[in-house]
């Protein structure tokens, strides 16, 4: 059976999906990207903002579902260029401090919203 998870503290869902859904243990966070959840609109400023807004929207929907940034066991790092990897490293280093997730990154050709960057995630309890 699976539970599907919204939370204002994190961007609603731009398409027909859901911002994550609970099932058998693991939540499935859908691709967060730098959408501010106060305001509806993509984050003003430069890389290192949009990363930090994507990482605030999964611990939004982290907490909402009772989950913690130590529950995350894998993410999947979609940037529209790879030069900005090292920066996204630094920020991402400190949303996750102890026992980091398994991950990959891609440079991808074009994220929605003209966005730099989206994460999608998976937590385990």
Known sequence: MKK?????NAPA?????SQAVEASGFLY???Q?????ATGKVVEGDFAAQ???????IKGILTEAGYGTEHVVKTTC????MNNFKE???IYAGFFTAQ???RAAFQVARLPLDVMIEIEAIAAR
């Open 33 to 37: 990207i730098p959408i501010n959840p």
């Open 4 to 8: 599907i998870i919204k939370t204002g």
């Open 13 to 17: 869902a731009i398409g027909p999906y």
């Open 51 to 57: 990363v930090t807004q994507v990482l605030k929207n």
């Open 29 to 31: 966070i859908s691709g």
């Open 78 to 81: 979609l940037l529209s260029d």
């Open 100 to 102: 980091p997730p398994a």
């Open 88 to 90: 996204m490293n630094e």
